[in-house]
């Protein structure tokens, strides 16, 4: 089947991980739920913000009837005649936020939405299936089934947001390691103004060598931008952070997790006010923003360094 598509969309359908994970979650969906549509149990698939309609295409075999809506017109048109030759297919040029859900007299036994993005925050993931859940059948499952965030201290030299699929690569060290700070069921009510306090904790002196080999390992380049002579000394014990790394985990169902590819959730680089501290401290930190408010609504605070 040859997708037609404009370039955002191709590099989505390049971007195979991405597609094989959701693919085999609505395969194991439709294992679980008995194979192929025979049309005796009408069940009825959303599949929202459809793009070119890929995942559309995969679910079709198993589902008697599937909606698939479309803000974007000529991304629409692209989904329209991509899956013009499926029966079962109905494509709407609609704004979920406001789309009509009680008019299709139906509701839907699984909720196909793949509007995510790092932390949920650029895409309208959490917004558009608060409005949606509402006309998910009882027993009904979303795909994905939930998201894990994890923040970890670095330095970077930009300070501004950036990805790690940014063409100009961000650089940065990593200087701690990566915690959990927070989990979503999407079969929950989420409310979008997220607000968490978190600890990060440094590196002790030798962690810090051999995770990152400083001047033995770092190339010339970023021993360079860093100024790392100045910004950090280990003999004497002193080093600086000026960012945070988000990095998210997608559920795709129980047993599939999908960490960041390239068009999913990249690791996304937010800088913060810089911070001396010294290996093995712990700087508490207070994140905010919207999910589906945009990049803008990002907040960083430092709050305390805790000497160890
Ligand atoms: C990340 S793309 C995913 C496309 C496709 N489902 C796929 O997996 O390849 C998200 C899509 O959601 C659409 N979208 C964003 N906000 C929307 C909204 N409020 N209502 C309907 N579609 C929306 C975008 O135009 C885009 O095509």
Do not use: W
């Amino acid at each position: 089947m040859k997708f037609k598509v404009n370039s955002y969309h191709f590099k989505l359908l390049r971007d195979y991980e991405r597609l094989s994970a959701f693919k085999e979650a609505i395969d194991d969906y439709a294992i679980r739920n008995g194979g192929d549509s025979n049309g005796s149990n009408c069940k009825v698939a959303f599949d929202l913000g459809c793009g070119s309609g890929v995942l559309s295409y995969f679910a079709r075999r198993y589902m008697d009837k599937i909606i698939a809506i479309e803000l974007n017109n000529s991304t629409y048109q692209l989904a329209k005649e991509n899956l013009k030759e499926f029966d079962n297919i109905q494509v709407f040029n609609d704004d979920i936020l406001s789309f009509d859900f009680s008019k299709l007299n139906e509701k839907a036994d699984l909720i196909i939405c793949e509007m995510l993005d790092t932390a949920l925050i650029d895409e309208e993931e959490v917004p558009v299936l608060n409005r949606a859940r509402k006309f998910l059948n009882d027993g009904g499952e979303i795909i994905p089934k939930g998201m894990v965030n994890s923040a970890e201290a670095v330095f970077m030299n930009n300070h501004f947001i950036q990805y790690e699929d940014d063409e100009y690569s961000p650089i940065y060290v990593s200087l701690g390691e990566s915690v959990v700070y927070s989990e979503f069921d999407f079969m929950d009510e989420i409310d979008c103004n997220f607000s968490a306090e978190i600890e990060l904790k440094i590196y002790g002196k030798e962690e810090l060598v051999d995770e990152i080999g400083f001047e033995e390992r770092l190339s010339q380049e970023k021993y360079e931008k860093f100024n790392f002579k100045e910004n950090f000394n280990i003999e004497e014990d002193k080093l600086k952070i000026n960012g945070i790394k988000l990095t998210s985990f997608t559920k795709l169902n129980e047993s599939i997790i999908c960490g960041p590819t390239p068009m999913l959730n990249p690791e996304m680089l937010i800088p913060m006010e810089e911070t001396e501290l010294k290996c093995s401290d712990s700087v508490r930190i207070k994140l905010e923003y919207v999910m589906g408010g945009g990049v803008e609504t990002i907040r960083t605070d430092v709050l305390e360094i805790i000497h160890q």
